[in-house]
């Protein structure tokens, strides 16, 4: 399965996300999560999304489109190393508004290394499915699917600890590397399926 996949556009205000009608899913994760290798991974376009040695380099939403429909939406990192305060205060408000604001999301891809597991701030952005528009209106919850990344990094001996603490909070991610290709496939499917679920539910 193949993503026609290409870049949009960027923002960093609210009021600047595109007015479409393509169903959105968002991809999040730490700043050195790996996200950039691995949306280029699953696209199979290698300059796609832009890498760097230097984690945190994306400083706005930048929106790549997969077919007529649908849409990845490629967030910020956060833990923001080496940013100015004031800078990661503008990307985490900016974040936290499009996941609880923005009405065509219909997904989330939250990236976890697999090697360190879920922690507080992973936590929180899957606890915002209480989704409302900026009038108070009620939006779709969110579909989460979670990628423990960098799975190549563990050896199958330890694979089982490694998912140990996923499982405490209910978590079953899909295993995946932007290196070896595992769990491409999967993700690709769920996120397809999150757009066409999502058409039907608003047909």
């Known amino acids: 399965m193949k993503f026609a996949a290409e870049y949009l556009r960027s923002t960093t205000?609210?009021?600047?996300?595109?007015r479409w009608n393509r169903v959105e899913v968002a991809l999040a994760g730490r700043s050195?999560?790996?996200?950039?290798?691995?949306?280029?991974?699953?696209?199979?376009?290698r300059g796609l999304a832009r890498t760097s040695?230097?984690?945190?380099?994306?400083?706005a939403l930048n929106f790549f489109g997969l077919g007529a429909g649908l849409a990845l939406v490629d967030l910020p990192g956060f833990g923001y190393a080496k940013m100015a305060r004031a800078d990661a205060a503008h990307l985490g408000g900016l974040i936290?508004?499009?996941?609880?604001?923005?009405?065509?999301l219909a997904g989330?891809?939250?990236?976890?290394?697999?090697?360190r597991g879920p922690e507080a701030e992973e936590l929180a952005l899957l606890a915002m499915s209480d989704r409302h528009d900026a009038s108070g209106v009620a939006l779709n919850p969110l579909t989460i699917v979670v990628a423990a990344t960098k799975?190549?990094?563990?050896?199958?001996?330890?694979?089982?600890?490694?998912?140990?603490?996923?499982?405490?909070?209910?978590?079953?991610?899909?295993?995946?590397?932007?290196?070896?290709?595992?769990g491409l496939e999967e993700l690709r499917r769920r996120i397809i399926a999150i757009g066409r679920n999502y058409s039907r539910l608003s047909a």
């Open 13 to 18: 205000t609210v009021g600047d996300y595109p």
């Open 53 to 59: 040695k230097t984690p945190g380099r994306t400083r």
């Open 32 to 45: 050195n999560v790996g996200k950039s290798s691995l949306l280029n991974a699953l696209t199979e376009s």
């Open 151 to 182: 799975c190549d990094k563990l050896r199958r001996s330890q694979r089982a600890a490694a998912l140990k603490p996923f499982a405490a909070h209910g978590l079953e991610p899909i295993l995946c590397s932007a290196e070896s290709g595992e």
């Open 96 to 104: 936290n508004d499009y996941l609880t604001q923005r009405e065509a």
């Open 108 to 115: 989330l891809v939250l990236l976890i290394d697999a090697r």
